[in-house]
């Protein structure tokens, strides 16, 4: 595919990202901090991201088994700062998910609490699989960053 | 980290270069906050627990201008963390948080927060978060005129009898003084856990009111003395760093007085001492010497040790100089070792632009250690001692406060930052890496070569503070250039050669090399620099000690403001044991160096 051919992929790509709500404006902050200097950079965030929500999801997967008593208070700390996080890169559904978790702590719903957990992770992985390849074709775009 | 981006001396004006601390557990952010600071032209230190914060900012008082926290943390509350700041530091805080509910804003607020941000943050809002800083600065310059205004009141009332007790107090515990200092360094620790309220009323300070203040302060001042007091005390009658709020908050037993206005306030009336000082002060010319440890990187700890004052029987004639009633009259203080003064401070370059210039040479062979900047870029030896700055316990200002004052006056009076600094030959650079002494810095002073200057040239060696942002590396390559041996055993001018080898930093160095309080003059030249590009708000470092920390200026070109020629002669010789606490402010000095450990 010749560059333009992949240029066009790659604006269409983002396109639909934004469309259908994966990505929100803060996505476009973080291409417009791209520099010389940082050509990788909204790359490098999520890579960041990804490595450290492992973490979050492993401490609410454990919190959440941790029958009877699930320490809703926790829960929603730990909701807290995922979604905090996922915000930095503009993640719009993975912090959708994460807001209607802590309704769902508030609430004291535990079943609502799993669900939107599993829905939550869903549109994790989901983002991470579209970014992935958007990445790669940013590279093979020759490009970093918008068209 | 704080030097990255920043490596051409800034020449902006405010509010590039801004100092920013950015704390916050999620790497994401902090990445991002981090790069989008950098684009504002900020220079930015990252934590990513509370702790480190405050520890940052305590060992590196007036190292930053602005903290930027996140409200959730794991370590500590953003909410505590905000008070301890604004109490200890009084640096204005910005929380941020993806929460944004209104009960939390308005608990940030309370807390003292500047401003609340909601994640996710947009470059456009962090790119004005220097006008808290501004703000801030404003507001203690008036206060300090509403203060002065009060004391003028006063001393006409009572013919300055405060001041004068500064002097009484001055000429004799040395010992007290000590203890005063440590005193105090355990009393900012109590004061960290006491202060829980939440509010800073603002509070009207009349003159009763600050009558019961002074008082209060001075006598705590009598009761306690500590070395590191004396340092302090240059710039006030009293050792006001040693001086706690709360102790003052007890003494003066105000109803409704809260601790937080005492600190406030005590932190303008420090100001305003130092002002004051700097105006009696402003003939003499005080060489500041700058002399640490010959590891730069010392712990804290070792330049405290040095720290003592040793001032030689020389001296003791210079003694109080200038501080206009009040100060304190270094007689011999030395209580700690002497050759420990001698030593020569070299800290590392340091690429950071600011600190500066706190000339404030207010008396010509003040034995004031004030001047720690060496290492700061350009920092001219700085003859004042504002002591108070080292404090490091209480809350700083920074150095924004009083720019604008400042400014007025170096243009009225280059001597003010010169002092110290006569004549010194002002060479076009910009670069007044001070000392160069690149972080090798134990080559460049040995303490037997300082003996030898017994003449009491302080020896200032401030290694390459490369002025204004210059880079490290520019700095630790001339420093290798410059063979310290020499500068410290000339007592004259002749050091100027050594440094000749390298770039006018060096021979910046070399005049930081003062052994005769002539050779003194004209090195502190050096000292000139950072005062001369005193760009707006950031010159202003004549205040006492940490200010010049502050100083953050970006680029200060000495040519401006300061004239040599108008620098008298500089005793330099703040002699020997002039060797400041450094442990405050060292450990910025070596900016680069540790910031990269904060980072």
Redesign the interface.
Known sequence: MDRKQLQHQLAYMRKSLFDQGYLDD?FN??E??Q?E??PN?VE??VT??YS?SARFIQNIEQAMIKKPNIDFGKLD?YM??F???S????AKKVKKECSQFRECCSAGNIEGCIKTFQQLKQEHATLRRKLETYFQLVKQAGIAGRT | MMEN?FSSPRNDSFPAGLRVLVVD?????L??LE??LK?CSYEVTTCGLARDALNLLRERKGGYDIVIS?V?MPDMDGFKLLEHVGLEMDLPVIMM???GETSRVMKGVQHGACDYLL??I??KELRNIWQHVFRKKIHEVRDIEILEGIESFQMTRNGSDQYEDGHFLCGEDLTSIKKRKDMESKHDEKDIGDNTSTKKARVVWSVELHQKFVKAVNQIGFDTTSLSCFYRAMTSNVCLAEVGPKKILDLMNVPRLTRENVASHLQKYRLYLSRLQKGNDFNNPVGMIKQSDSPLSDSVGSFGSHNSINLQPTDVSNGCYGFSGSSLVLHNVDPRSHDGDRKILVTTPVAEPKRGLTVDAPNPRKPRISQMEFGRPLAPPRSEVNFSTFDSSLPTKYPWCGIPEIRLKQEHNPLHFNDGFSHLPMPGQKQLTRADYPQPAPAIISPPSLTERETGCPVKIKPSRNDYGSNASHVSSTASAVDPIPLQTKTNSTNHQVSSTSSMENQGLNMNCLTDVESSRKNINLGMPPLATLDEGLQVCFVPGDYYMNLGLQNIEVPEYFDPSLLTDVPIHLNDGLRFDYEFYDPTEYSLIDQSLFI
């Open positions: 803060q902050q973080l417009d901090l520099d200097a940082n950079f490098e965030v960041l991201f450290d700390d807290h700062q979604k905090g996080s915000s930095s890169f503009g | 981006g557990d999620d790497p994401t952010w990445k991002i790069k989008m684009k996140d959730y948080s993806v929460d994640k996710p947009r470059m």
